[in-house]
């Protein structure tokens, strides 16, 4: 009785995708960052952008309604990566052989096939989209970085020159304002007092955990990917072998 119950045990446990599991856990978690960290982030830059960098509404409302489609899609993203993952959740039970020994047959479906091809070429597509997704999260973060490093400088040189005011940090000439907003920048000791805000430590930590979001869900993609690919090389050696190929 007790070695049935092992064995059942086994098999059931032996059936779960545990490599798409893990992709679906990894996407889970990322997207939930760079989703709900991103939002908050943009949310905070036009704070400061509009608190420290610009004096007419005008200068930064182009960059405001930006960030407003960037939140909406953000939106869109959690959902359609939600349902998505379950769908290769799914797709992982489906054709993992362990699975159908549970069953008793081990089958390999027209359908099966075209379906685990199908995930494959969408998996491809989404993962080279979002490589550049995650290369494109990283500006923000250089942004801030430089802004930090720059405010390093001007405690590290407040002591020994006058000429700190020459330091500055110009949002123009990383796209977010225009060439004619005014000011546009923050130089010298005003830089380093927005440094020492809540408001840009705030933003700068999440726009961190924005980018390892995207870096995580990027490695689920890839994790996926290797996942589907497997399903298919077995669905495939299983067809060839002319077990069950009806649809």
Request: proline share 2%; charged share 10%.
């Amino acid at each position: 009785m007790l070695q049935g119950c092992y064995d059942c045990c086994m098999r059931c446990l032996g059936g779960i995708p545990y490599t798409s599991l893990a992709a679906t856990l990894l996407c889970f978690s990322g997207i939930a960052l760079f989703c709900g960290c991103g939002h908050q982030a943009l949310t905070e830059t036009e704070r400061l952008i509009e608190t420290y960098f610009v004096r007419n509404l005008q200068d930064y409302i182009t960059l405001a309604y930006i960030i407003q489609y960037f939140q909406y899609i953000t939106y869109a993203l959690a959902s359609f990566f939600f349902l998505y993952c379950v769908l290769l959740l799914a797709e992982g039970f489906y054709t993992t052989s362990a699975v159908k020994q549970i069953f008793g047959e081990s089958r390999s479906t027209v359908c099966g096939r075209c379906l685990s091809t199908t995930f494959i070429a969408v998996t491809y597509v989404l993962a080279v989209i979002w490589l550049l997704v995650f290369a494109f999260s990283a500006l923000p973060v250089y942004f801030f970085y430089n802004m930090d490093f720059t405010c390093h400088t001007i405690t590290a040189l407040s002591e020994t020159t006058s000429n700190i005011n020459q330091l500055c940090i110009d949002a123009r000439q990383y796209g977010l304002l225009p060439w004619n907003a005014m000011p546009g920048k923050v130089c010298g000791v005003m830089l380093s007092n927005v440094c020492k805000t809540k408001e840009f430590s705030l933003t700068y930590d999440l726009f961190i955990s924005t980018f390892a979001g995207a870096g995580i869900t990027l490695l689920a993609l890839l994790t996926y990917m290797t996942s589907t690919t497997y399903n298919f090389a077995v669905l495939k050696f299983l067809g060839r072998k002319g077990i069950g190929t009806r649809c």
